[in-house]
């Protein structure tokens, strides 16, 4: 079995681990994210909800409709108010884990930058790396 990869919020009153290995780290540039972190946006682990679990302290949770016009519940430490993840209310199987929070991540990089039509015009987004200007699997505007 690989080696739980483990995480924490700033003022380490809250810890989490990841049992499966972060095969891919996704930028987002959406307005929500912008807010959240302060800068550029954020930097994502999508994974199953199965391979999450915070081992120590209890998060708050601030729930809104994202830029996409879904429901998303972002989850943060309400001692220093670090990010730690996020999580679409419609589907519960998958966790979005904040990048900027993991232990000795080893080496990873970004694959993917979403929402770039919101982004910053001081956000250097490499222009080899994927790139989708909304929501890659947002539902069908009617």
């Given at each position: ?25 996704r ?9 959240v972190s ?27 409709l994202?830029d ?13 108010g670090?990010?730690l993840?996020s ?34 015009s001081?956000?250097?987004?490499d ?16």
């Amino acid at each position: 079995m690989t080696q739980a990869l483990s995480g924490s919020c700033l003022c380490g009153k809250i810890r989490f681990e990841i049992s499966v290995p972060v095969a891919e780290l996704r930028a987002c540039h959406c307005v929500a994210c912008q807010k959240v972190s302060g800068g550029a946006g954020t930097v994502n682990a999508a994974i199953p909800s199965t391979a999450f679990r915070i081992t120590q302290g209890t998060p708050k949770r601030y729930s809104a409709l994202a830029d996409s016009g879904r429901l998303l519940h972002r989850y943060f430490c309400g001692d220093c108010g670090s990010p730690l993840y996020s999580q679409r209310d419609a589907a519960p199987e998958n966790v979005a884990v904040r990048a900027g929070g993991f232990d000795n991540a080893g080496e990873q990089r970004i694959t993917f930058h979403i929402w770039t039509a919101s982004a910053r015009s001081w956000d250097r987004i490499d222009p080899a790396v994927k790139q989708h200007p909304g929501q890659p699997d947002a539902p069908a505007k009617a």
